[in-house]
């Protein structure tokens, strides 16, 4: 039988790259299937298909917040348990986790059942796309508890020494997803009930490739009602907590972004921000991937009191970062023509806008990777208040100043640069909290 990872023994670097390779791996296969569906949308619906979908698009920011909420909280906790060898415990945490998980993507279907309208409105929708985004997400929220599961099983399944499965389980979800929108969109010419329709195939599916982890003979986690305390919840939303802030603050950040280059640009300056939005969430999704990696490394270890493994891993994931970043800066600043052709055949207007922005918006990731693996390291240690501040200040106080702010003396360059702005100032603060944090454990 193939041996499983020891997360408390093996080479940390080699730990670190056999969790991240998978990780990654789920995160782009998450990444490119946002990436196809807006394709063919743009393709098949045209623009104001393209835009509607970029309105639509913080209701999954919602349901990443909390599948990561408690998939994350849940999972740190349960490996902080059992580093410590509070198995029973673990369990406990676990079904816990599943439970809060399935009440609150309930209360999410009910909210679009009997409140479609408004929330739409509420995302941004005018009079014009408002049916197009109704379609869309009268289907989406529908799937909710689908939407929230598959997310939190996932986070559970890789910290449960499986990140294999768990990759295996987002790639053949969203491969189903992509295909269907083809078939969808184009040759049965269902427009976004169609995209909307094929979207939920890939969490369903999802769900039933990680529910094969809990029939195998080696898994250590499984529900257990027996020993069922919520006594940990306090716990599960403290540790996850940060984690609920940067999902939710990205659909934030569209939704305010979309009311701002809306006022400067209208439904062009939309669809120009959902094509740079598209090409950032394709590299966030890979910074994602190495937060996912050392998060089950990093908090088995903590509750191990492995100080020094849980500082090799975070060191190890920051020079991945950097690299990344650097990369990416310079792939918007040499070829933001050809990234932008991918998503539209406007040579207009349309393209200017977009080539502008993916220039000056690109710097963000030399900053965001390092920002995001802080964030996790502090997560994954319990100083709860550090991660959970700088999600706030790069997800929505640093935001929400810069977009106020630099429109008015830069225009739209201004919201282009909002980003890269908030990314460098919370890099300084994580770095003087990281200080901190290593005087007190001295």
């Not at 083809?182 to 427009?191: K, N, R, T, V």
């Not at 540790?239 to 609920?244: M, P």
Request: charged content about 15%.
């Amino acid at each position: 039988m193939k041996k499983r990872p020891d997360l408390l023994n093996d080479n940390v670097e080699s730990l670190v790259l056999k969790y991240m390779i998978p990780s990654v791996a789920g995160m782009l296969g998450l990444s490119a299937c946002i990436f196809f569906d807006t394709l063919f949308v743009g393709k098949g619906i045209g623009d104001n298909g393209l835009a509607a979908l970029n309105i639509a698009v913080p209701i999954f920011n919602f349901y990443n917040s909390i599948g990561y909420l408690l998939g994350v909280g849940g999972a740190t906790t349960m490996s902080i348990a059992i580093g410590r060898k509070q198995h029973k415990k673990a369990h406990s945490i676990f079904t816990v986790s599943i439970i809060f998980s399935l009440i609150i993507g309930l209360i999410f279907t009910l909210g679009g059942i009997f409140f479609i309208n408004p929330i739409a409105r509420f995302f941004g929708a005018s009079e014009e796309l408002l049916p197009l985004v109704t379609d869309y997400l009268s289907i989406i929220l529908y799937a909710s508890i689908l939407f929230i599961l598959s997310i939190t099983l996932n986070v559970f399944v890789r910290n449960d020494k499986a990140p294999k499965l768990a990759m295996w389980a987002v790639i053949l979800g969203n491969f189903s997803n992509i295909i269907l929108d083809y078939i969808l969109i184009f040759p049965l010419d269902l427009g976004m009930k169609g995209a909307a329709i094929a979207t939920i195939t890939a969490p369903t599916i999802s769900i039933i490739v990680l529910s094969l982890h809990f029939i195998r003979s080696h898994n250590s986690i499984h529900i257990n009602f027996t020993n069922l305390t919520f006594e940990h919840s306090p716990k599960i939303f403290k540790n996850g907590a940060s984690s609920l802030v940067m999902e939710l603050s990205a659909g934030l950040i569209i939704f305010t972004f979309n009311l701002s280059v809306f006022k400067l640009k209208g439904d062009l300056g939309i669809a120009a921000y959902s094509i740079i939005a598209n090409l950032s969430m394709i590299v966030t999704a890979i910074y994602y991937g190495v937060s996912q990696a050392i998060q089950p490394i990093i908090s088995i270890n903590y509750g191990a009191d492995n100080k020094k493994r849980v500082l090799k891993a975070f060191k190890f994931a920051n020079k991945i970062a950097l690299a990344i970043g650097v990369l990416c800066f310079l792939l918007g600043l040499i070829f933001p023509k050809q990234l932008t052709s991918i998503f539209t055949n406007d040579r207009g207007e349309l393209l200017k806008l977009t080539i502008t922005g993916i220039k000056l918006y690109f710097m963000t990731f030399i900053f965001s990777g390092l920002n995001i693996v802080a964030i996790t390291y502090f997560q994954c240690t319990e100083k709860t208040r550090f991660s959970t501040t700088l999600s706030f200040l790069r997800g929505i106080i640093l935001v929400m100043i810069g977009v106020f702010i630099l429109p008015k003396f830069l225009g739209i360059d201004g919201i282009w640069l909002t980003i890269p702005i908030s990314e460098i100032l919370t890099l300084i603060v994580a770095i003087i909290f990281y200080i901190i944090s290593k005087k007190k454990s001295k």
